[in-house]
């Protein structure tokens, strides 16, 4: 089954420490892309990635990192994880540089808490 | 700049009322693209349709139907006889142009959570 795959999906953590969330997708997508989504503000993207080795800031990457070594893969770091990235996280991917002729495929969302 | 508005925060209606969730958007650009993504209680992002800029027939697809209006900058989404499973928060949202080979991003309105009560 075609799939953006997310993990973990629900996580707990503590101010300080640090996590990854994976993502992986099973297309052979080119496009990759983090969302954050909190209450009255709809999704809003963290980072995004064209192609393998080629990444770039979306509207809110304070605070996270990301890498592309492979196609399949576009992980979420968070290195010094605080309370204000306590969201609700989406990964997706597109088949080409996504132009809006493309649907964005998104994973299940990945539940971030920070105390 | 792109934006996004869904002016309705949440829309509470009885089972088998109609309901119309409302979109406007902002471009400058003449080419764009528009969505409607569901979200249902589970969490996950469903695609429910998109509409390119040059497009301006209206679409049904069985209960739903979205009225795509440029004179107005509004893709409004529609959903006919309603249904309790028809409850979730919906996020309309814009697709710039391409730039260097790809667009970088949806650009996403806050939503609009939707209840339909039996």
């Known amino acids: 089954e075609a799939q953006v795959t997310q993990n973990p999906r629900y996580l707990i953590t503590v101010t300080g420490k640090k996590l990854t969330v994976t993502c992986s997708q099973n297309?052979?997508?080119?496009?990759m892309s983090w969302y954050r989504q909190d209450p009255g503000l709809g999704l809003r993207q963290i980072y995004y990635?064209?192609?393998?080795?080629?990444?770039d800031k979306g509207d809110v990457p304070e605070g996270y990192k990301v890498s592309r070594k492979e196609k399949r893969n576009f992980p979420l770091i968070l290195e010094s994880p605080s309370p204000n990235q306590t969201s609700l996280y989406f990964c997706?991917?597109?088949?080409?540089?996504?132009?809006?002729?493309?649907?964005?495929?998104f994973g299940a969302g990945s539940r971030l808490t920070v105390l | 700049a792109q934006k996004v508005t869904q002016a309705q925060t949440e829309i509470s209606v009885v089972e088998k009322e109609d309901v119309t969730l409302d979109c406007v958007y902002e471009?400058?650009?003449?080419?764009?693209?528009l969505f409607w993504y569901k979200q249902p209680p589970s969490g996950e992002l469903v695609f429910l349709i998109r509409?390119?800029?040059?497009?301006?027939q209206n679409e049904i697809s069985g209960r739903y139907s979205w009225n795509f209006q440029k004179s107005t900058s509004s893709f409004n989404f529609t959903i006919t006889a309603s249904q309790v499973v028809d409850s979730a928060v919906y996020f309309c949202?814009?697709?710039?142009?391409?730039?260097?080979?790809?667009?970088?991003?949806?650009?996403f309105g806050k939503g609009t959570k939707l209840t339909v009560n039996p």
């Open positions: 997706a991917s597109s088949a080409t540089p996504f132009s809006g002729a493309n649907v964005l495929t």
């Open positions: 297309m052979n997508h080119e496009y």
């Open positions: 990635s064209m192609n393998v080795e080629v990444t």
């Open positions: 471009t400058r650009d003449t080419t764009y693209y």
């Open positions: 509409r390119n800029s040059f497009d301006e």
């Open positions: 949202a814009l697709s710039p142009p391409p730039s260097q080979g790809g667009s970088e991003k949806l650009v």
